[in-house]
């Protein structure tokens, strides 16, 4: 299948998880796919872009070692992912490398993601907290950012005060994630 042809095919993918599910086994089934994903998922001024997000999204969330390969793309990219669909998956892939990196048992992401790539995962993280974004990718921000904290010295200390700083111009559902960090913070102090 050709970038064009799976561009085409991504124009058949909705909000149902079944066809975001259908679209993340076919790469998962042909990984040979997924530098093409990835070509539609940077192209960030196109609408099909957010789709091909969905369906990175739920192939990470399904297989998350199959992105191993192209984790200098993707981290290299994601500062420049705009449209508010598309933040979000890529906001919730970066979640699910920091809970990978950080989960008890042995995985391929310990020993695959870099520092660097880590630093670029915090950038672009920081960039979601302080922009104008939803709750969503500020929500998964913050979880990212306080995990990665525990090996970046600097990152525990922007973030509290980020959460306290914009803290009262937030939803409801931001100070409730918020509350939540700031409590595993403390704790952590």
């Not at 981290?75 to 890529?90: K, M």
Request: charged share 30%; glycine share 2%.
């Amino acid at each position: 299948m050709t970038t064009k042809e799976l561009y085409k095919e991504l124009t058949y993918v909705n909000h149902s998880r079944e066809k975001r599910l259908h679209y993340a086994h076919l790469v998962i089934n042909h990984p040979e796919l997924i530098p093409k994903l990835l070509d539609i998922l940077f192209m960030v001024d196109d609408k099909i872009s957010c789709r091909a997000a969905w369906v990175f999204e739920f192939m990470c969330g399904e297989k998350l070692e199959t992105c191993i390969p192209y984790l200098d793309e993707f981290t290299e990219n994601i500062h420049r992912v705009h449209l508010d669909p598309a933040v979000r998956p890529v906001a919730k892939i970066c979640e699910y490398l920091a809970k990978a990196y950080y989960a008890k048992g042995a995985n391929r992401i310990k020993t695959s993601l870099s520092r660097q790539h880590q630093e670029r995962i915090i950038e672009a993280c920081f960039d979601w907290m302080i922009n104008d974004e939803k709750i969503a990718p500020k929500a998964y921000a913050m979880n990212t950012l306080f995990l990665f904290g525990n090996d970046h010295d600097w990152v525990h200390p922007e973030l509290r005060m980020i959460i306290e700083r914009d803290y009262q111009m937030q939803s409801s559902g931001f100070k409730a994630r918020a509350r939540q960090i700031l409590k595993k913070l403390n704790k952590n102090s």
